[in-house]
């Protein structure tokens, strides 16, 4: 019976050293708004606001030292975010209705950014591996942008105005760098850097 206690206690310990001094803050006006928040490590930080009806964010931090801040504003927004590893940052901005973004970090000192206003635009963001930037920013009606980081250090930022326009990013390997700036309608770019090189559309 004590090596059973004994073990029961020594695994709360264990629970306890893997999930310390997490941070969470949510704050939700208007109806309808739902968010998520799990968090399993230390040093973990998550801010959500949300703002309209029927918004919702899940987030999901693994590791430690992750911060995470989602602010929307608006009606029907949705977004999710998952980080796992070690000083992760993301951050997400929706204005409008609609708009989805999805942001997934696995790895170390990886930074995201998420900006969209207006209606039914899409981001997707995944970075895996180390010290990537991107940036997504679109404002307008049903633009769609992903961007897909994998090695490195690299960085990617895309900027899309107006309405129906699509940019693909796809890094892998280490020190690339791609901007992509598409102002009007139904523009198309897709960019994809490899071991040095490059191939555009």
Partial sequence: MKNFLFTIFAFLL??????????S???QIGSDNAS????????????????????????????????????????????????TGEDNKAKVTQFGEENT??????GFDNDSK???SGIGNTAALIQQG??????IEQSGMGNFAITIQGGEDHKSDVIQ?????????????????SDIFQNGNNNSSIVHQSNGTVITN
Avoid at 161 to 177: I, K, L, R, V, Y
């Fill in 36 to 83: 998520g928040v799990d968090q399993d490590g230390e040093d973990n930080s998550a801010y959500v606001k949300q703002i309209g009806d029927l918004n919702t964010s899940e987030l999901s931090q693994f590791g430690s030292d992750n911060y995470t801040k989602v602010k929307q504003v608006g009606i029907m927004n949705d977004s999710e975010v998952s980080q």
């Fill in 161 to 177: 105005m107006g309405m129906g326009n699509f940019a693909e990013t796809d890094q892998s390997g280490s020190f690339h760098s």
């Fill in 114 to 116: 998420v900006w969209q």
């Fill in 25 to 27: 803050k949510v704050k």
């Fill in 130 to 135: 180390e010290d990537h930037e991107s940036d």
């Fill in 14 to 23: 264990v629970q306890i050293a893997f999930g310390q001094d997490n941070y």
């Fill in 101 to 106: 973004s999805a942001t997934f970090q696995v």
